[in-house]
């Protein structure tokens, strides 16, 4: 009799063995965008792989990757992150009464799904944040500190230090495990200083770029720092050439400027101040002189009997009008010996 009972024992104790692998195993959503690395319980995880109840989700440095539960809620898993989907409590309505994950660190975006807000719920080491048919960023560091940045609807995030409601697009909080807390303030690229991580929110940034609409939500002016994101070289390429069209004018308005007109200037003093009076060559000398020459020593002064050089040089002209002046004065002493002559006879 009791052997019996001991066979059904256990036989019972393997089956219920056999049974929780599959209870463990129960499928709450689906990878729908998968980049570089993300892997799961299993293995590597890929576009359409399903995701399972306390499976905890891995992102290697550069990885993404994109989720959606059963009852419509995304959630994006941005690079070197893990987050563990802690309880999950389906019903037949589309929706879920208890959906909770774990985040452990890293960076993510949640959008709230079909189900009510009081079943979501996000687990931080620096305290909960509680969902209203919400949108927000979430980043938790390496030692706990956690940001959130609401995109839509409201939340709050409660800690050892109190609660912190956001209730305005672009509010943020930023926690730490010690109760440390600030209040909420609209979020601007500071914040990265302050969690001293450059590629902490990474959907905000643009640092990477997520699909389909919960990519649409986000901004916040946070695009402007996108400090490691790769195609950032785009835009200055884009920017540089206007610069660069402008240039060549203006290194070809430089020569027309008063550059050529330089040289001319010592060149009409040359003349003047540069070269001596006496250094000119000789053909200047006639070029200047002749004209004085003749003004200087008009009439009795054309003499040759001063010996100078440059006598010889005197005008035909000068030499028939000397001839014509010494046949002038012999006629008139001709005519004075005839006057006496017959004055005498």
Request: proline fraction near 8%; charge should be positive; charged fraction near 25%.
């Amino acid at each position: 009799m009791w052997g019996w009972r001991s066979v059904s024992v256990a036989t019972l104790c393997i089956a219920l063995n056999g049974a929780w692998p599959a209870l463990a195993a129960e499928p709450v959503g689906q990878a729908v965008v998968v980049k570089t690395q993300v892997t799961g319980q299993s293995g590597p995880i890929e576009v359409d792989t399903r995701v399972h109840r306390n499976e905890r989700i891995k992102t290697s440095q550069s990885g993404l990757g994109q989720f959606v539960f059963r009852d419509g809620t995304k959630l994006a898993v941005g690079w070197g992150s893990s987050v563990v989907i802690d309880k999950y409590v389906f019903d037949d309505s589309q929706s879920v009464k208890k959906l909770t994950i774990r985040a452990a660190k890293g960076t993510f975006r949640w959008v709230s799904g079909n189900s009510n807000s009081s079943a979501y719920q996000i687990l931080t080491p620096a305290g909960t944040i509680g969902v209203r048919g919400t949108a927000f960023d979430f980043y938790v560091g390496p030692d706990g500190t956690t940001a959130i940045v609401l995109l839509n609807g409201a939340a709050h995030f409660c800690g050892p230090g109190g609660c912190r409601q956001l209730q305005q697009r672009c509010d943020c909080v930023v926690a730490k495990p010690n109760g440390d807390m600030s209040a909420a303030r609209r979020v601007d690229p500071s914040i990265l200083a302050t969690l001293g991580n450059q590629r902490a929110l990474p959907f905000l940034s643009g640092n990477q770029r997520l699909a389909g609409g919960i990519g649409m939500l986000g901004g916040c002016n946070m695009a402007s720092v996108a400090p490691e994101r790769k195609d950032r070289t785009r835009p200055p390429p884009a920017v540089a050439p206007a610069p660069q069209r402008q240039d060549p004018p203006q290194r070809q308005a430089e020569p027309q400027k008063e550059r050529p007109n330089k040289p001319d200037k010592p060149h009409h003093d040359k003349p003047h101040h540069d070269k001596p009076h006496h250094d000119r060559p000789h053909h200047d000398k006639p070029h200047h002189d002749k004209p004085d020459r003749p003004d200087k020593h008009d009439g009795h002064g054309r003499h040759d009997d001063d010996g100078k050089p440059g006598n010889h040089g005197l005008d035909h002209r000068g030499h028939e009008r000397h001839h014509d002046r010494d046949r002038d004065h012999d006629n008139d002493r001709n005519r004075d010996r005839g006057h006496n002559f017959n004055r005498g006879r």
